[in-house]
């Protein structure tokens, strides 16, 4: 677009003679870095909102709440996920008012989440749940996302972060929000598609062994790392109270290590469950559509022949989340004509 953002030239033309001999620019560095890396931490972060909203309707077996809304939101975080990056350069000698800008930026992300997680609260609002293992990661997920989000708060607001910002706060935000949060979205992910990638289903008792041991296990290896972030401002207790507060950090710190331990020990569940549904799958016809669901990739055969939808029949478009009561197995197949349907009303 011709913008002067990112010119080497001008950006070198106020530095020292030596320093543009070298050829060096940290400035210019960290812009660009951060153009990408902040960017991306909510670009990633798209697919995992787009499957729980996908997943979160076919087990409560509703429509998507405010769908047009949804999608609206998920083009806003990504729109303005680009334009955030400068709230980590200001140390860096930028326009007084940048910061304001970015700020304002930055905050405004919380508007599209909002929508997104009252679509979530209201797709579940009254629902005929069915908690898979799939479901139940993406309840995980948006509990996880509702906790990192509200300890953000205290990294935004400047009187709070005072107090609260140190590594092991920041560390216990960003991975219930980034981490762990987004392994939930996959593992619910590739709970409901895996019948349509090997033609078989994973086993559902492991598979919820699993997520109640994870779910478990992440809270408290990151909600504790919120409380020793708080507690390095011991400093400021009386000092009276300081060796009190130090044997605190120290109980903590062996609980988190206690349920790393156990949490990462967890994933050999899975590892067993992901081995032996392999090693003793079988095709079946109830692995072509397990979930019963609507979207067109469960009209064909699991796995997906290589004439894919040359046989499914008259493609009509129309909603993707159709659970109508009357219905044989409670869904209309979005690949299905209206006179189709109608055959299998009970």
Not at 82 to 87: A, L, P
Not at 156 to 169: G, I, P, T
């Amino acid at each position: 677009l011709g913008s002067q953002f990112f010119s080497v030239t001008s950006f070198l033309a106020a530095q020292p003679l030596n320093l543009v001999r070298q050829g060096s620019s940290q400035a210019l560095w960290q812009r660009l870095f951060w153009y990408f890396a902040q960017a991306e931490v909510y670009v990633a972060m798209l697919p995992c909102f787009g499957i729980v909203t996908h997943l979160v309707s076919t087990f409560s077996r509703k429509p998507v709440w405010k769908e047009r809304l949804v999608v609206v939101a998920l083009c806003g975080v990504g729109l303005i996920g680009f334009c955030v990056w400068g709230y980590h350069m200001f140390a860096t000698g930028m326009n007084p008012y940048a910061p304001l800008v970015f700020a304002v930026l930055a905050s405004s992300l919380g508007v599209p989440a909002a929508f997104l997680l009252a679509s979530w609260v209201g797709t579940l609002w009254e629902a005929r749940l069915q908690l898979t293992t799939s479901m139940l990661f993406s309840i995980g997920f948006i509990s996880l996302f509702i906790a990192g989000g509200l300890s953000g708060i205290f990294l935004a607001r400047q009187d709070l972060s005072s107090v609260a910002v140190s590594e092991d706060f920041v560390i216990g935000h960003f991975h219930l929000v980034m981490g762990v949060a987004a392994t939930f979205a996959i593992l619910a992910a590739l709970f409901f598609w895996f019948p349509k990638m090997f033609g078989c289903r994973l086993s559902e008792p492991l598979g919820k062994l699993h997520f109640w041991m994870t779910f478990a296990g992440v809270y408290l290896i990151f909600m504790p790392m919120h409380w020793l972030g708080l507690l390095t401002q011991s400093r400021l207790l009386p000092e009276a109270q300081r060796a009190m507060v130090a044997s605190a950090g120290a109980s903590i710190r062996t609980l988190v290590t206690v349920a790393t331990i156990c949490t990462v020990s967890a994933q050999v569940v899975f590892v067993i469950n992901f081995a032996q549904a392999l090693l003793r799958r079988k095709a079946s016809q109830e692995a072509d559509n397990p979930w019963r669901a609507t979207t067109l990739e469960w009209s064909v055969a699991s796995p997906a022949p290589e004439s894919n939808f040359e046989n499914a029949g008259p493609i009509v478009y129309r909603g993707a989340y159709e659970f109508p009561e009357g219905f044989a197995n409670d869904f209309a197949p979005q690949h299905l004509a209206p006179e189709l349907l109608a055959q299998k009303v009970r």
